[in-house]
């Protein structure tokens, strides 16, 4: 095996005391809660009927702890720590992100003339031969035959007119680009008013990375690459933008949020708000939502980062047993630690006790 869970002890989780453990507690039982209800339970990751059970009891029992002392008391009782390893990435790779901050107006305009845009009506996802015919996961039909969905040039070109209600303006295609990598954001409306969006649905159509493709094509040194130096280097080359952003097809469509806590973010995709350096987006085919992540890294500049991370999210770009995505909140700091963040690091996973 390539990747595979060694068993280590949490004394070897270094600063593990000095964590706000009750925090993390309480963010695992409102996602494990939430998740429980839900089929499959706690997301698509291959878990059997005993494991779910054991997930049962512990978000049953988590509800007792009420201070840190006795929150970590509690993880310490009620699972076993494992080391991942992955012979493919033996460093592991640990990224960020954040909610971005737009201005937009509900009315279209010069200064906010860029489309947002809510699910298609007519985007169905495709499942068996439809999806081996159409090429992808997402799609619409045409013809009586499944095809894939609107690339992004298309899509900026106007081709979901009449097929797509718009749920505000921006003012160009860059930050918005940034929003849909992100997968929510807020916008300040002209109006004064804060629309909170989240994600609704994806094209379909394969996710490519225009910072590789800046350096495939020898613009851009790998080691340069970051969302403000991307940002940079399309300010500075306004003639290529469309060029540079249509590489990636991928589009993302958005909905409005009501969400109850405005200290915490939009919601991932496990349903929970998310907590700035608390929640945690994982490949979701190898880890249950709410497991309790141990992460051992750096954050952009050196400083120290140790912390337990919830998984209460996931990403197209997520893949891999040593791969993470730490979610940093909102704000010019928050910008700057998603925007910078490629750090090795030591990833432990806690697992509910075998009985």
């Known amino acids: ?81 494992w080391r991942v390893v992955d012979d493919n990435r033996p460093q592991g790779l640990f990224t960020g992100y954040f909610e971005p901050e737009l201005k937009g107006s509900r ?56 097929r797509a209600d718009v749920i505000c303006f921006v003012s160009g295609p860059v930050d918005f680009f940034f929003m849909q990598v992100q997968g929510s954001g807020r916008v300040t409306l002209d109006t004064g008013a804060t629309l909170r969006l989240g994600y609704a649905a994806k094209s379909g159509r394969s996710y490519q990375s225009i910072g590789a493709i800046l350096v495939r094509e020898g613009l851009m040194v790998r080691e340069e690459v970051s969302m403000q130096s991307i940002k940079q280097w399309l300010k500075d080359n306004p003639e290529r933008r469309d060029w540079l952003l249509w590489q990636n097809p991928s ?21 929970i708000q998310l907590i700035p350096q608390r929640s945690f987006a994982i490949d979701k085919s190898r880890y249950a939502y709410g497991t309790p992540v141990w992460l051992d890294t750096t954050l952009p500049g050196g400083k120290t980062f140790r912390r337990l991370m919830i998984a209460a999210d996931t990403g197209s770009a997520i893949l891999g047993a040593a791969r993470g995505d730490v979610y940093f909140g909102w704000g010019e700091e928050a910008e700057y630690f998603a925007g910078h963040m490629q750090q090795p690091g030591v990833m432990h996973v806690l697992l509910p006790k075998r009985s």
């Open 251 to 271: 589009y993302v469509f958005f909905k409005e949020l009501t969400l109850p806590d405005v200290k915490r973010g939009s919601l991932g995709a496990a349903g």
């Open 107 to 162: 009315t279209q305009g010069k200064t906010f003339p860029h489309p947002v845009y809510a699910k298609p009506r007519d985007l169905v996802a495709f499942e068996g031969l439809d999806k081996s015919r159409s090429g992808a996961g997402y799609g619409k039909w045409m013809e009586g035959k499944p095809v894939a969905y609107d690339s992004r040039e298309d899509i900026d070109r106007g081709s979901l007119q009449g």
């Open 1 to 81: 095996m390539v990747d595979r869970l060694t068993p280590a002890k949490f004394a070897d989780l270094k600063d593990f005391d000095a964590d706000n453990q009750l925090e993390a507690l309480r963010h695992m039982g409102d996602v494990l809660e939430l998740q429980l209800k839900r089929t499959p339970a706690l997301g698509p990751a291959s878990l059997s009927a005993q494991q779910v059970a054991a997930w049962a009891v512990v978000a049953e029992k988590a509800k007792s702890p009420q201070t840190d002392a006795t929150a970590r008391a509690f993880f310490e009782s009620h699972f076993d720590v």
